[in-house]
């Protein structure tokens, strides 16, 4: 697949990176995004900085031999990172980082979860009790095995009616 690299640029910013298969259909989605922006019935946009200026500029910067989206994406991630530019918002972000940042998010707001927990379990007086309940062991109908939750229940019957249909075969 072709893809291209493209950037925005004004006289008065930064320049704003982006990527897409079809950059007239870009350009138009960024143009068309703003003026809904203007009339209060879209989210803001930095690419809509350089668009309030009248001489801003739309520049192909590279064109790609791509295999899909997430190729492409990593390409314009890599200019995101290593320029300088107004985009806040990173288009691919690998496995490993997410991960990274679910842990580092969790670190952070540990006591704030801690209260948050501690606060829910004061707003909902049955929540003992809900739980006593989600702990009692059931055994399937269908096979019955012991399980030991009742919320296991439901999945555990979709992979045994699958198994079985599997079996009938």
Request: proline share 3%.
């Amino acid at each position: 697949m072709k893809g291209f690299i493209y950037k925005i640029i004004s006289d008065n910013h930064l320049p704003y990176y982006g990527s897409t298969f079809n950059l007239k259909e870009r350009k138009w989605s960024h143009i068309t995004a703003f003026n809904s922006y203007k009339k209060g019935k879209s989210r803001f946009c930095y690419s809509f900085l350089h668009l309030e200026c009248p001489s801003y500029k739309f520049i192909e910067i590279e064109t790609v031999d791509v295999y899909n989206k997430t190729e492409l994406l990593k390409i314009e991630t890599d200019y995101i990172l290593n320029n300088d530019c107004i985009n806040v918002n990173i288009p691919y972000v690998s496995e490993e980082i997410k991960r990274q940042n679910i842990i580092n998010y969790r670190e952070l707001n540990r006591e704030r979860n801690k209260q948050y927990q501690k606060q829910y379990k004061i707003d909902k007086p049955n929540y003992k009790e809900n739980q006593e309940k989600l702990k009692i062991k059931v055994i399937c109908p269908l096979c019955l095995k012991k399980l030991a939750r009742r919320t296991f229940l439901y999945q555990h019957k979709k992979c045994y009616a699958s198994q079985s249909t599997l079996r009938d075969q």
